[in-house]
């Protein structure tokens, strides 16, 4: 397993009208496989047989459309505005808004919201639900939401870190044919054939039960996700008063 040649086939079943549709994709990195058993949302167009999973599909068009929206509408209005927009740019203050700045604040303000939901998106949000993953499974058990699954240790499966060492996964067997192969790496010792108790999700995602020095290592994987917090605070701080400023400036000017 390394890097690029550490590659794997997911078949799952899509079942449509009564009938089961076999769906194939294959992962890069054998690490980042969907769980055995875990059940995913598609969308599938019946006339050509096309799919993808919802998280790809409609992961970041949105935010370019803003985007993309905001810069258009920027460039049309310094270019058809002309010397006289130029002109209003140059006077706008705070305590005078002109028609001119409160519009372009309007638009800086829907270009940094957007930087700060893609920031959140794809980077805080992320990190933090890895960070307090075993909080998380602490409260699903609580809840009763995790249900217990026996599963025997196989082999360990090693992934070149890049720096001479290796990243070890755990490979658990759940039966006859079914294999699980961890996505997160593991600081027990298992010997093949040990038992283990694996817990289910209702959504069908199976994971092990969080080691001790999970817990203890928290506070020390909490520090990166401060100064990740402070820029998502900045952004979202220089997004709100933009957009305040734009909106109180239109109103005074009409």
Partial sequence: MDGEKSSAR????????????????????????PALGERRKIYYRRSTGEWEFC?????????????????????LFLLLGGREVQAQ????????????????????????????AAFLWGVFLPMLRETVRPILWLVRRALGRC??????????????DGDGGHDRYPLFSLGP??????????RETFRPGDAVTLYQDPKGRLSMRPAPMDFLCLVFSCIPLVPLGAIAV???AAGGFLLGFGVSGIALCL
């Fill in 177 to 186: 044919g079914r294999d699980l192969l961890s996505s997160s790496q593991q």
């Fill in 10 to 33: 997911v078949e799952m079943c899509l079942p449509v009208e009564g009938r089961s549709i076999l769906l194939r994709r294959d992962y890069k990195n054998v690490a980042a496989i």
């Fill in 147 to 160: 249900e217990p699954v026996q599963a025997r240790f196989t082999a360990w499966v090693e992934k070149s």
């Fill in 55 to 75: 998280s790809m599909a409609r992961s970041w068009w949105l935010l370019w459309a803003v985007l993309a929206a905001a810069a258009g509408a920027a460039g």
């Fill in 89 to 116: 740019l140059s006077d706008y203050t705070v305590e005078q808004p002109n028609l001119a700045g409160s519009v372009m604040c309007l638009l800086l303000a829907a270009g940094v919201l957007a930087a700060e």
């Fill in 234 to 236: 900045c952004l979202l």
